[in-house]
Structures are given as structure tokens and as C-alpha cells.
């Protein structure tokens, strides 16, 4: 670790009604990974973008190289060597690689776009960072993993002194989340400061040098990595400590009736003659890498996208589904990994979210009785322990936990026994994690059948009753949780058919 | 299930309607079929591919006439009198016209089609003869006369308009001046307590023969105030203000002429500009110089309701007919109104363009105009042109 | 943050303007203030018979108004509404004039052909998944076609008010003994209530708004979007025709070929009055209030002796601050 290149001092910044950040510091070294850690909600997107000037601060001190700074745009930060890398990606999909890389900045040849330098800029980069990607291909061709190498690629190309690196892997495949690694590791030899934001504990031991960590928008501590375990992590985060073991051996009695039974399942490449069985009660884990084709299975059984053969059979019966109604009628609810584009409605309340899928429950005659429908969402409210100030704030208001668990809600009041729970904690911090963890446990103790698709690894080993492992479309392994280990998942992920 | 099936059925349905609407008369009026036969049978002796130019002085000649389109029930009248004309004379018309007189561009197609049909001669009341230059020196080159009717062809290259078949516009507004003058305006005008207005509603400011039969009624009205003795000035459109005859402009004048026109043509704002005039009280008269602003006077005047013949009534003078002018000409809404003579229009196209066809000396044909009130409206010669 | 969650300041946070909405309170306070500037500066403007001309000419933009509202707050539009509206008035009083038809039933015609129109939109749109704006722009062209066709080229006029078969003209203007009586004012604004208790009370109205809000939240969720999406234009088909009532009674001559631009008058309105063009949000009684505006406008600028393009010049520029009232609102989402 190097000299400090940045240091934001007693940061302050209200918006109407909130105080997002109150007294906030953080402290960069050059050639330092430093963590900046906290449930959603706590400040640090706030906090990066007072950094880089998307927010004004109302008070507090930003100093840059030995000189105090308030960069007007993130042009500003740019151009002076500060650098965010975005968890949504800015990306123009129907641009290429290089064209996206060099948006704004174009390499020109007199008053033209010169295409072919930026490609060769471009290649030349990608060798730097060992990255496998052609600049010339259009970028939304590529996967959403490659996708985030370029935004990162596109980072570095800005000769930048700091980067901040914004829950990058969320995204990517073990493989790719390895090569990110050799890439920050390499910047940090380069003595660049690199704030890292992430849930992912296992990464902050694995890369970072240092952690800050924010609560409520306020400073609680900065620690040294080596000198913390992940339970010290979590507790200045929650201020309660919270450890869940994973789980040694099915909750299911083996003769439990089959609720969902998926024979021979076939929708275009990405679901090859898939079957399995849900027993009542279990949480069937659904493992593999990006690309695995559990998000397709999911969808094609909940009638979102269309089935080419296949039989579907719940509770015995043989039934057809070819649109989300009819899998709603048939009990199957769906909780889609990305909340925001397909599982709520983000201009609605908390109420009016919570009985979408079962609004003619809820009418008195021709009106809705908003009534029932406030009472319900509720209820539900308190049985899910969802925060809100009340169901008829806007959800897009929620935090991503609550937003969860309104979707929850949502399935549970149309009285869906079997859910199927995709990524249910993407995006969501360690507390709201463990919450949605619990109710998923006393959910399927009330008799409720889950499918429960993750990409992490401890998850599917916490959760899980059974596993089942898919890789290109087929399912390629499935094992009893008492069998289960990181190993033999991650054999049966990579067994290519 | 069943709803999505209403659904499709409906729309089918209405787009089955749509085709066999297209299938009838692709979208554009409409021809006479009954003269289109005689003249296949009188035109066999010579040949199909003959030069129509060159049919026998006997009859049989194809004749093109390209209107302004068929909104407005006058052009219908214009069409009767040329069938009648077209019968008489042995000859066949393809009468076409736009749908709306702002579509220039079909017009122009329209015009260029009627040209590449080689006929003897063709009628034309051009939208926009800029529009139509190139049209109208390709028909010189190849020798098809045109003849002008309606409001003609204005600022046409000297000689490509062998003749025109029109009404005096600014004749038939200085008749509109004179007949309202002599009913009523007159005394309005003489015994006031300081000054009056005279409201004009004109359509548009760009169509030369509204804008014709505006100035001839403001000229006239003008002569006439100022034979007593009186001041006039004029205010409102800049292009009626600067070609007017009236030298003082504003609100100086004894007697005041306000011409308001439209941003837009629809019925909402030529109503707004009749609740204008109505709202003034200096207000005497209002002349509506075509059949959409008579109609916007009655829109406008509905929920004023300050039109009228008694002594303290606005007077309202409109222009052509239409069933809801003939009904406030009727009722005594309107004073009277100057009429047209589109059914003499269309016989005089028709014959004006055969004679060119067969090589006779032509000349401009005033196809007149009338005044009616409810008292005349009902006499034959009146009557035959008024429309609904 | 997201967590956070927003108070607003002491104006927004008044119950009043937290019923109505923030929107709409500014918009009532536009309409009284334009009331008061035209009644200041003109004497002229303060009669009734000033009042029933701005409500006798809203009606037939109040309607299609109305209509347009449910496209748009699918995010979607319908420019059909313009020359649907006319062809359905001139289809149904050719009926009248040429048939015979009794003028009831030709109402009749004349709100059934807005249906149809409607539903040849909700097919395009719904069921083909053609965008809106290529959908609707090309039933306005059929629909100004197809009006054109039908009665041959011709201006239709309904029977005038003093005729047997005029009655349907005080359906909106009641003459009561020389005094005149704006009852179609009445009679929008029993349909702005039906409306909007259907839009935020009723399945299908919450249905339509999940639509334009997260058309794909509401599909996963078990929703028969594209049934209620094609409802969506259905709707605005059933006010086109109900507008083209209101067209025949209100005005003389219906002229074929026209109605292009009308339906930009009804959408303003509705923009005005506070409907997201992104769909997911809209009020009906806002869409009355920004026709409202926009009719206060076009009656009461000539009162101030500004003609014909300045109403153009300033409809525009309240325009431009309707829809950044919208886009702020959206930024701070």
C-alpha cells in the first residue's frame, strides 16, 4: 500500500426527508483494494456518487492528490482520474466493443470516426488484460459477464489513478470472476486505488486490503481485512451477529408427495429434455453457472416462454401450461431474478403489488375494495416482517429485500404452493439475506413446495433439501443435500454433454 | 377466448369494409359511365389508338377536368352541370378532385394523370399553380388546351389558359356590398352613435378567389361609407389589410372592417373568430365569404345568438349554400347570401374546352352570381343552384 | 438511496394536494388564473354565453380526450381518435341524410364505428404487437380515407338544431326558454367520474395501468395483458365515437379529409392534465382540467385581441411546461 490519493472527510448529504450520509469518511491508498461494505440502503452508492459528482454534498471534505476537490460531472472525475465502474451496465448494445469503449472520445481521422484505431486501441487493451473478446463484435452479442469486462476495460482505458468497482461480479460466471480478480490485482501492482463495493464475503477476503463500513448512512469503522473475520464484517454491518450453517441433511421425508413432476422438458437450446421432481415441503436447489438454462426451465414451467415438448404434472395431475395464467391457476408462482424488470410493478404501493395476481379476491362487486386489499397487504407486511412505512408507499421505494419479499407476498396471497424463488437474493445485503432465508424455511415448514435457483454456492448448500445441477441446457446432476459438496456441484455445473 | 375472437372479427370487418370501399371507387370521385359509352360507340370509326386531339368535329372527345375535390356539395353541382354539358355535346369527362383542397401534392398527380391520358382538353381549378407549372407546359408542348374554371388557374404563364369558366369572385362581392348595403347596412351605418364594425370571416388567406370576393365586398363597402360622407378603416389579416382598397388601417374609421382568419381550418376556430365579431358590441354586420365560414357564423352565433334582421340584430351575409345556410336564410339568421352559379360553371367548362378541343376561338365565361334572401330563395333560378 | 423514503416539502405534503395531486392542483390554478387575467382585460369575457362557447367546443376534445388517456397510460397512443372521429360523424349523418335513418340510431352508427375503429387498433396493437404510434398513424389514414369514401367525398350535415330530427343537438346545449343550458358539461362530467372510479377502482382499470407501468411484472404475474391492453384502445375507440356525437351536434358541416390534428389537441390536453407519455400514470379528471386549459385558451386569446398563431404560440409553450413538469416528476422517481 501506497501514500493516501483520496480521502472524503465528514461527508454529509440529506435529500428531502432522509439523511443519507451523515459524517461518512473513507480513506484510499494508492496500489490499496479497499472494501467498502454495508447493507443496501446504508450510503455507499451515495457516497460514490458525491464522489464523483452525480451528488453535491452538503458538507465534508473531498481531497484528490493533496488537493481538495469537488468535481462538478463525472466528466469532471473522469477526466481527473476517478473512475466508477457501474453495477448496471452503460452499455449501447448496438454499438461494438470498441465503439462503446471509446464513446465520447472518439479516435478521429480529420472530421470521420476512425474505426479501425479504436479497434486496434482496443485489442491492444484486452491483451493487456487478458481479455478474450473481439472488439469488432457487437456489443450486445456478447454475454452480460463479457459485457462487464468491457465497462471495466473501458475504466482502465481512462488512465484512471482511482476506480471504483460497483458489486462487479454480480454478474459473472466463477471463471470470469477470476480473471477480474487477476485484473484488480494487477491494477493494484499499478499502484491505482481501487474501492471495491460488494456483498460477497467470500470476495472481500479473497481481494480487498482494507474494509470500510457504512450503517444507516453512517461511518462505523475501517478495519484491515487479515485482521477481521467474516463474522466481524457482518456484525459492524447488522450490529447483531447473525451466522447460518449450512445444511447437513434434507427436512423431507423421502416418501413426501410429488407436488411438481417435469418430465422430458424441451424449449430451444437452453432447456435439452429436462426432468425432475418437487416433493411437498422441499426446496429443490437449482445450481450451475451463468448460462446453465435454470432461469429458462423456470420460465417455460410458469408458461412465460414457450415449451416445445414436455410434460408438466402438479400434485399428480397431468396439466398444460402455455401462459403465466395458467400456471398461476395451477398454484406455481414465479419470482423472477430481476425484480425490477419483471417481478414488481415499481409504480404501484406495496398494496396494490401485493394482490396483483389475485385482484378478483378482492373486488366488491365491480370495485376493487381497497379496504380488504390495504388489510391483506397488511397483514402480510407483518408476516413477512417487510419494512415499509406502510402499503401504500411506492415499492420502487423499497429497499431490494422488501421489494422481495412484496412479491412474496404477492404469490403467498394467491395461494401458490409451489414457488419458484430465482436468485431470490440478488442484489439484497447480508441482513435482508438471512431474512428471506428464514421465511423461505417457514414457508416450506407450512407445507409450501420451493424451487430455488442460485448461483451461490453457499446458498444452494444452506437451502437446499436437494440439488439439482444443470449445465448447457441439461440437467447434469441431482443429489440429495447430504451428498452435496462445493465439489461435486461444481463437477456436475462444468459436465459438458 | 371468445372476446379476442370479437376483437378480430371487428377489425376484419372494418377492414373488409375499407376494401370493397376501395374496390368501388378507389378513393377518388367519381366519372360519368353513361357518357363514357356513347362515346366508345360514337369514337369506333376511329381507331383506339387514334390521337384523341384529332377526334371528328362529330363528337366523342375525351375531356380531363380536375377539380379542387368534392367536400363542399358545390363541386357536385359543378359536376351535374358538366354531365348535362358533356350529354349535350357527345363527348365523355373524367371529372376528378383531391379529397381535401389542402392536398396539393394529389392534385398535381391527379393533373398528371389526366395530361398522360392525351385527352382533347382539360379543365383545371388549381390548388396552387405553382404546384403545376411543370404539368401545365408539358399539356402546351403536346397541344392539350386548358381551360380554367372555378377560381381558374391565377399567375398561369401568359397564354397556357386558353379560357376560364369562373365566377366574378370580386364581382360577387361587391354584389354581396351593394344587396346588404341597400337591405339594412345602410341605415346602421347612418344613424349610429359613434362607430361600427363590419366583420369579415374568411376561410383562408391564401386562396385567391376567397380572397377575391373578400376585397370586393371590402372595396364596396368602402365606396359606399365614404359616398355618405363617412371614414372607414380596416384592421385584422395582414394580407386582406396591405390589398384592400382602404387606405386607413385600425380602429380609426367611423365604420371599422375587422377581417379575421384562421390558424387553422376547422370549424372550432372559424367559430372562435364569428364569437369575436359577435362579442363587439359595435358589431353590424358579418359577411362570410364561403360555405365552412357561413356555417362557422351559425356554429358561433348559437350560443351568442346575436344574428338577425330586427333593428337591434347583427346582420349576416353569407356566400354559396349548403343545407344549414339555406335553413339561416330561411329563418331570417342571415340577411341574404350571394349564390354562385356552379351548374352554369360546369356546362361552361365542358363547352369551353370542346370548343378549344375543336379549334374555336375561346374567351373568359363569368358563369355570374346571385343574391338571395328568404324571400327569393325559393324562385326558380335561384333555387337550381343552391345545394345542400 | 431506495431505502430512503420521501417526505416532500409542506406543499406537496397538504392532504388537499396530496388527494388531488400536486399535477392538477397547478392546473386548476392555471384555469382560474387565465379566467381572471381574460375577465381583467376584457369585458366581453365575462358573460355566459362565454362560458357555454368554452364548454359547447370542449366537449368533442373532452371525449376523445377521455379516450386517448387509457392508450396513454399503457404508453402507448392513438392518433386515430382525429379522423375517426370525423369519418364516424360522417358516416353515420350520410345515414341520416341519405337512409333516412333515425337520428337515434345513427348515434348509434356513429359510436359503434368508433368501437370498431378501436378495436382494428387494439388488434394491431395487442394482438400483431405493432407499436402504437405505426398502429394508430395508420388507422388515421384509413379512418380519413375510409370517412372520405363512405359518404363519397362529400361534407355530411346532421339535421339542424330547429328540425324534428335535430333534437340530439340540446343533448349538449339545452335552449330553456332563450336561456341556454351547457347540460353536455354535465354530462362529461358524469363520465369523467364513471371513468375514473373504472380507471382506479375497477380490475380493468388497474389491469390497464399495470400495462404501462411494467408490462412484464403484470404478465408474470398472471395477467392477461394483451386483453387488457387491446381494452385499452377499445375504450378510446368508444369515446372517438362518442366525440363524433358531440362534433355533429356542436358544429355544422363535417367536411371529409379533415380531423388530422384534432387528436395532437386531445393528447395535449390529457399531457397537460398529467399523464405520463411513459405510460404507467394518469388521472381522468386531469385530462378534463388540461383540455380545460387548452379550450380557456383558444376562447378566451381572441377576447385579448391575439389572433389565430399567437393560441398556437402559446398552447405550444404551456405544452412544453406541462411535459416538464412530467419530466421532473419522472427524475425523481
Known amino acids: 500500500m501506497g501514500e493516501v490519493i483520496l480521502t472524503m472527510e465528514g461527508i454529509d448529504k440529506s435529500f428531502p426527508g432522509v439523511r443519507a450520509l451523515d459524517q461518512v469518511s473513507l480513506e484510499v491508498r494508492k496500489g490499496e483494494v479497499h472494501a467498502l461494505m454495508g447493507e443496501n440502503g446504508a450510503g455507499k452508492s451515495t457516497l460514490m456518487k458525491v464522489l464523483t459528482g452525480i451528488y453535491t454534498k452538503d458538507a465534508g471534505k473531498i481531497t484528490y492528490e493533496n488537493k481538495e476537490v469537488v468535481f462538478a460531472s463525472p466528466k469532471a472525475a473522469q477526466e481527473a482520474g476517478v473512475m466508477i465502474v457501474h453495477q448496471e451496465l452503460n452499455m449501447l448494445n448496438h454499438l461494438t466493443v470498441a465503439q462503446n469503449i471509446y464513446i465520447g472520445r472518439e479516435k478521429m481521422s480529420g472530421k470521420l470516426i476512425h474505426d479501425k484505431a479504436m479497434n486496434k486501441a482496443a485489442a491492444a487493451l484486452f491483451q493487456r488484460l487478458n481479455i478474450e473478446i473481439d472488439p469488432t463484435e457487437t456489443m450486445g452479442n456478447l454475454t452480460v459477464g463479457k459485457q462487464q469486462m468491457c465497462e471495466i476495460a473501458k475504466a482502465i482505458s481512462h488512465d484512471s489513478k482511482v476506480i471504483v468497482f460497483d458489486e462487479p461480479t454480480a454478474a459473472l460466471t466463477e471463471s470470469e470472476i477470476k480473471e477480474l480478480f487477476k485484473i484488480i490485482r494487477d491494477l493494484r501492482a499499478k499502484d491505482i486505488g481501487i474501492v471495491y463495493i460488494s456483498h460477497r464475503m467470500d470476495e472481500i477476503k479473497e481481494i480487498t486490503d482494507r474494509v470500510t463500513v457504512l450503517r444507516d448512512g453512517a461511518y462505523v469503522g475501517t478495519i484491515d481485512t487479515e485482521e477481521a473475520t467474516k463474522e466481524d464484517i457482518i456484525q459492524m454491518m447488522v450490529g447483531r451477529v447473525i451466522y447460518e450453517e449450512p445444511k447437513s441433511k434434507s427436512n423431507v421425508a423421502k416418501d413426501a408427495p410429488v407436488v411438481l413432476e417435469v418430465k422430458n422438458l424441451n424449449a430451444g437450446r437452453m432447456v435439452q429434455n429436462v426432468s425432475f421432481r418437487l416433493h411437498k415441503g422441499e426446496i429443490l436447489g437449482f445450481s450451475g453457472l451463468m448460462g446453465a438454462g435454470r432461469t429458462e426451465t423456470a420460465r417455460v414451467i410458469f408458461g412465460a416462454d414457450k415449451m416445445d415438448s414436455g410434460e408438466v404434472f402438479v400434485n399428480g395431475q397431468k396439466v398444460v401450461i402455455r401462459s403465466p395464467q395458467d400456471a398461476v391457476r395451477n398454484g406455481i408462482g414465479y419470482l423472477s431474478e430481476d425484480r425490477k424488470r419483471y417481478g414488481i410493478v415499481v409504480a404501484k404501493t406495496v398494496a396494490e403489488n401485493t394482490t396483483m395476481a389475485s385482484l378478483e379476491n378482492f373486488m366488491a362487486g365491480l370495485f376493487i375494495n381497497k379496504k380488504k386489499e390495504a388489510q391483506v397487504a397488511e397483514e402480510y407486511v407483518e408476516k413477512l416482517k417487510t419494512k415499509t412505512p406502510g402499503v401504500e408507499q411506492f415499492v420502487v421505494n423499497l429497499s431490494g429485500g422488501n421489494q422481495q419479499k412484496v412479491v412474496v407476498a404477492k404469490w403467498l396471497v394467491r395461494n401458490c404452493d409451489i414457488l419458484i424463488f430465482d436468485e431470490p437474493t440478488r442484489g439484497i445485503d447480508v441482513g435482508a439475506k438471512s431474512e428471506i432465508y428464514h421465511l423461505m424455511n417457514e414457508l416450506v415448514k407450512q407445507g409450501k413446495s420451493i424451487i430455488m435457483i442460485s448461483s451461490e454456492m453457499s446458498e444452494v448448500l444452506r437451502m437446499s433439501d436437494r440439488i439439482v445441477i444443470m449445465c448447457e441446457g441439461r440437467k447434469t446432476g441431482e443429489m440429495d443435500i447430504s451428498e452435496a459438496t462445493q465439489e461435486n456441484i461444481m463437477h456436475a455445473a462444468t459436465r459438458r454433454e | 377466448m371468445k372476446k379476442k375472437l370479437v376483437v378480430a372479427l371487428l377489425s376484419l370487418t372494418l377492414v373488409g369494409t375499407l376494401l370493397m370501399g376501395c374496390g368501388g371507387n378507389g378513393g377518388d370521385t367519381t366519372t360519368d359511365d353513361t357518357t363514357t359509352e356513347t362515346a366508345?360507340?360514337?369514337?369506333?370509326?376511329?381507331?383506339?389508338?387514334?390521337?384523341?386531339?384529332?377526334?371528328?368535329?362529330?363528337?366523342?372527345?375525351?375531356?380531363?377536368?380536375?377539380?379542387?375535390?368534392?367536400?363542399?356539395?358545390?363541386?357536385?353541382?359543378?359536376?351535374?352541370?358538366?354531365?348535362?354539358?358533356?350529354?349535350?355535346?357527345?363527348?365523355?369527362?373524367?371529372?376528378?378532385?383531391?379529397?381535401?383542397?389542402?392536398?396539393?401534392?394529389?392534385?398535381?398527380?391527379?393533373?398528371?394523370?389526366?395530361?398522360?391520358?392525351?385527352?382533347?382538353?382539360?379543365?383545371?381549378?388549381?390548388?396552387?399553380?405553382?404546384?403545376?407549372?411543370?404539368?401545365?407546359?408539358?399539356?402546351?408542348?403536346?397541344?392539350?388546351?386548358?381551360?380554367?374554371?372555378?377560381?381558374?388557374?391565377?399567375?398561369?404563364?401568359?397564354?397556357?389558359?386558353?379560357?376560364?369558366?369562373?365566377?366574378?369572385?370580386?364581382?360577387?362581392?361587391?354584389?354581396?356590398?351593394?344587396?346588404?348595403?341597400?337591405?339594412?347596412?345602410?341605415?346602421?351605418?347612418?344613424?349610429?352613435?359613434?362607430?361600427?364594425?363590419?366583420?369579415?370571416?374568411?376561410?383562408?388567406?391564401?386562396?385567391?378567389?376567397?380572397?377575391?370576393?373578400g376585397l370586393g365586398f371590402i372595396d364596396q363597402i368602402a365606396t359606399l361609407v365614404e359616398a355618405e360622407g363617412l371614414t372607414v378603416s380596416i384592421t385584422g389579416n395582414t394580407r386582406y389589410v396591405n390589398d384592400s382598397a382602404v387606405e386607413e388601417t385600425g380602429e380609426g374609421g367611423d365604420v371599422i372592417i375587422e377581417v379575421l382568419v384562421p390558424s387553422q381550418v376547422t370549424n372550432e376556430l372559424s367559430a372562435i373568430d364569428m364569437q369575436t365579431l359577435l362579442n363587439k358590441e359595435d358589431t353590424i354586420v358579418i359577411y362570410g365569404s364561403n360555405q365552412h365560414s357561413g356555417e362557422a357564423m351559425v356554429t358561433g352565433n348559437a350560443t351568442i345568438q346575436r344574428l338577425g334582421v330586427g333593428a337591434d340584430d347583427v346582420l349576416g351575409i353569407a356566400f354559396d349554400s349548403g343545407a344549414t345556410i339555406k335553413q339561416a336564410i330561411r329563418d331570417q339568421l342571415f340577411m341574404g347570401a350571394v349564390t354562385q352559379a356552379p351548374v352554369a360553371m360546369g356546362q361552361a367548362v365542358v363547352q369551353l374546352a370542346v370548343a378549344a378541343a375543336r379549334g374555336e376561338t375561346v374567351s373568359d365565361v363569368d358563369t355570374g352570381a346571385q343574391w338571395y334572401t328568404a324571400d327569393t330563395i325559393d324562385n326558380p333560378e335561384i333555387y337550381q343552384n343552391l345545394y345542400d | 438511496m431506495g431505502a430512503g423514503v420521501k417526505k416532500g416539502n409542506a406543499f406537496t405534503n397538504n392532504p388537499i394536494v396530496k388527494t388531488v395531486g400536486t399535477q392538477k392542483i397547478v392546473v386548476i390554478g392555471v384555469i382560474i388564473f387565465l379566467a381572471i387575467f381574460f375577465s381583467w382585460m376584457s369585458p366581453a369575457f365575462r358573460q355566459y354565453s362565454t362560458v357555454v362557447s368554452i364548454f359547447d367546443f370542449s366537449y368533442y376534445v373532452s371525449l376523445m380526450a377521455i379516450g386517448v388517456t387509457f392508450p396513454l397510460i399503457t404508453g402507448g397512443v392513438d392518433l386515430s381518435i382525429g379522423t375517426g372521429m370525423v369519418a364516424a360523424g360522417l358516416f353515420a349523418g350520410n345515414l341520416v341524410n341519405q337512409q333516412n335513418l333515425p337520428v337515434g340510431l345513427a348515434l348509434l352508427v356513429c359510436i359503434l364505428f368508433g368501437v370498431a375503429l378501436g378495436c382494428l387498433n387494439a388488434f394491431s396493437v395487442a394482438k400483431l404487437n405493432l407499436p402504437p404510434f405505426i398502429a394508430t398513424l395508420s388507422s388515421m389514414m384509413i379512418a380519413r380515407g375510409l370517412g372520405s369514401i363512405l359518404v363519397g367525398g362529400m361534407s355530411v350535415t346532421w339535421p339542424a338544431g330547429a328540425t324534428e330530427q335535430g333534437w340530439f343537438r340540446s343533448i349538449f346545449r339545452l335552449d330553456a326558454n332563450g336561456t341556454l343550458i351547457p347540460v353536455g358539461f354535465i354530462l362529461i362530467l358524469a363520465l369523467v367520474i364513471v371513468m375514473s372510479v373504472f380507471l382506479n377502482h375497477s380490475r380493468p382499470g388497474r389491469y390497464i395501468i399495470s400495462v404501462g407501468s411494467n408490462k412484464e411484472a403484470a404478465r408474470l404475474s398472471g395477467i392477461h395483458v394483451a386483453k387488457w391492453h387491446a381494452l385499452a384502445y377499445i375504450i378510446s375507440g368508444f369515446f372517438t365515437g362518442l366525440a363524433g356525437v358531440a362534433y355533429a351536434a356542436t358544429f355544422q358541416g363535417i367536411v371529409p379529409g379533415t380531423g388530422a390534428g384534432l387528436e395532437l389537441d386531445a393528447i395535449a390536453g390529457v399531457i397537460i392534465g398529467g399523464t405520463s407519455m411513459k405510460g404507467g400514470y394518469g388521472t381522468i379528471g386531469g385530462t378534463l382540467l388540461g383540455v380545460f386549459v387548452m379550450s380557456l385558451l383558444k376562447t378566451g386569446l381572441p377576447f385579448i385581441g391575439l389572433q389565430a398563431n399567437w393560441q398556437q404560440i402559446i398552447t405550444g409553450i404551456v405544452l412544453i411546461i406541462a411535459v416538464f413538469i412530467d419530466v421532473t416528476r419522472n427524475a425523481k422517481k
Open chain 2, 40 to 213: 366508345d360507340n360514337g369514337g369506333d370509326d376511329g381507331a383506339a389508338d387514334a390521337d384523341t386531339n384529332d377526334a371528328p368535329a362529330g363528337g366523342g372527345e375525351n375531356i380531363q377536368i380536375v377539380s379542387k375535390g368534392f367536400q363542399h356539395q358545390f363541386w357536385q353541382a359543378v359536376l351535374q352541370g358538366a354531365e348535362e354539358a358533356a350529354e349535350e355535346l357527345g363527348v365523355t369527362i373524367n371529372f376528378v378532385g383531391p379529397n381535401s383542397e389542402s392536398d396539393i401534392a394529389d392534385q398535381v398527380q391527379m393533373f398528371q394523370n389526366a395530361i398522360n391520358q392525351h385527352p382533347a382538353a382539360i379543365g383545371l381549378a388549381a390548388l396552387d399553380t405553382e404546384a403545376l407549372l411543370d404539368g401545365i407546359a408539358q399539356a402546351q408542348a403536346e397541344g392539350i388546351p386548358i381551360i380554367g374554371f372555378d377560381s381558374g388557374v391565377p399567375d398561369a404563364p401568359a397564354g397556357s389558359i386558353l379560357a376560364n369558366a369562373s365566377t366574378d369572385n370580386y364581382a360577387a362581392g361587391q354584389l354581396a356590398a351593394n344587396e346588404g348595403w341597400n337591405a339594412g347596412i345602410r341605415d346602421r351605418v347612418v344613424n349610429a352613435n359613434g362607430s361600427v364594425r363590419i366583420g369579415v370571416l374568411s376561410q383562408d388567406a391564401t386562396s385567391e378567389s376567397i380572397i377575391n370576393r
